[in-house]
T-cell receptor, first 113, second 111 residues
Framework: EPEVTQTPSHQVTQMGQEVILRCVPI?????FYWYRQILGQKVEFLVS????????KSEIFDDQFSVERPDGSNFTLKIRSTKLEDSAMYFC???????????FGEGSWLTVV | DAKTTQPNSMESNEEEPVHLPCNHS???????IHWYRQLPSQGPEYVIH???SNVNNRMASLAIAEDRKSSTLILHRATLRDAAVYYC????????????FGKGTRLHILP
């Protein structure tokens, strides 16, 4: 069964460093998303991406965040200068269209020290 | 975003059916009703979704009220592996296509 894959599964980085989280969405999907979940809290929407541009972003997704689909298969989330409060599990997700399910990856756990 | 209301937690015995309720009285005509679950230390997992008619798949059944203001996720025979947080979410059929997670229902399965 096709699945969304994410790398790395866990990354530890120093405050102020740049981080890139990578995702390979399901191959025929057109809608892509990033969510995050701080430990013990609910899953929060960050950004949606369709047709090579951002569809919508939340207040969390400030200028330190960016997304890219560089080669038609990968979908990346970059955090330019990490802060302690960016420590969270980041989930990538994809969907074929808006009438269908959204499928999530297993997440990338980011620890900022 | 259209809101949903779910109980904070529920308990069920293993191998018995579980009915998880969800109210969505402000649902619009083009909102799909989605259910996801999150097992401990895992990403959200799609369970089932529907628009107007009841739906069945290998994981669960979705019963949608005739006025669409409520729905029920049915797990036919709960196992310990079904212990998770279950989220009832409305997904709009338009360009604003994201889903927003609420607090969900934490389902405890008793052996």
């Amino acid at each position: 069964e096709p699945e969304v894959t994410q790398t790395p599964s866990h990354q530890v980085t120093q405050m102020g460093q740049e981080v890139i989280l990578r995702c390979v969405p399901i191959s025929n999907h057109l809608y892509f998303y990033w969510y995050r979940q701080i430990l013990g809290q609910k899953v929060e929407f960050l950004v949606s991406f369709y047709n090579n541009e951002i569809s919508e972003k939340s207040e969390i997704f400030d200028d330190q965040f960016s997304v890219e689909r560089p080669d038609g298969s990968n979908f990346t989330l970059k955090i330019r200068s990490t802060k302690l409060e960016d420590s969270a599990m980041y989930f990538c997700a994809s969907s074929e269209d808006t009438r269908k399910a959204i499928y999530f990856g297993e997440g990338s756990w980011l620890t900022v020290v | 975003d259209a809101k949903t209301t779910q109980p904070n937690s529920m308990e069920s015995n293993e191998e018995e059916p579980v009915h998880l309720p969800c109210n969505h009285s402000t649902i619009s005509g083009t909102d799909y009703i989605h259910w996801y679950r999150q097992l401990p230390s895992q990403g959200p997992e799609y369970v089932i979704h529907g628009l107007t008619s009841n739906v069945n798949n290998r994981m669960a059944s979705l019963a949608i009220a005739e006025d669409r203001k409520s729905s029920t996720l049915i797990l036919h025979r709960a196992t310990l592996r079904d212990a998770a947080v279950y989220y009832c979410i409305l997904r709009a059929l338009n360009r604003d296509d994201k889903i927003i997670f609420g607090k969900g229902t934490r389902l405890h399965i008793l052996p």
